[in-house]
């Protein structure tokens, strides 16, 4: 058999291996897929790494409360920067909450209150890279 029909049949005629879609970690809102490990129990995984285990936590909680406190101050389609909801919750700290706050937006982004945006587009919530807006979903 040439090479050509053998990769014909690898991609055609052997059955798709089934293993479940992808999910969304409940922390960091990011994408992750299904591995092994969690074969047996799958259906209680939540957090995509023992670094999001535990949940957002009152902080995480927090920075989604101001972003719609934020948000909600503006006008319809106008936006905020993560930094203002790290500012509000840690005025003096609030680079280390950088990356909680971008958390914060993809979960809203999940739970259908808000968009982030690059330039105006609407961006992936698990795959934007650089600098984000938050607005309201119309
Ligand atoms: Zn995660």
């Known amino acids: 058999m040439s090479s050509r029909a053998h990769e014909f049949l690898l991609l055609h005629a052997l059955p798709m291996t089934s293993t479940p879609p992808d999910r969304i970690c409940a922390t960091c809102g990011r994408p992750f897929s ?11 995984v939540r957090y995509c790494s023992k ?19 934020l948000l909600g101050k503006r006008s319809t389609g106008s936006t905020i920067c993560p930094s203002e909801a790290a500012r509000a919750v840690e005025p003096e700290e609030w680079r280390d909450l950088m990356e909680d706050a971008r958390r914060a937006a993809r979960r809203l982004v999940h739970a259908g209150k808000v968009e982030i945006t690059q330039k105006g ?17 119309r």
């Open 121 to 137: 587009r609407v961006v992936d919530p698990g795959t934007f890279r650089g600098p984000i807006r938050i607005r309201r979903v």
């Open 34 to 44: 299904w591995r092994k490990k969690w074969a047996r129990d799958w259906g209680n």
């Open 51 to 69: 670094a999001c285990r535990g949940g957002p936590g009152a902080r995480g909680e927090a920075l989604e409360r101001v972003i719609l406190g």
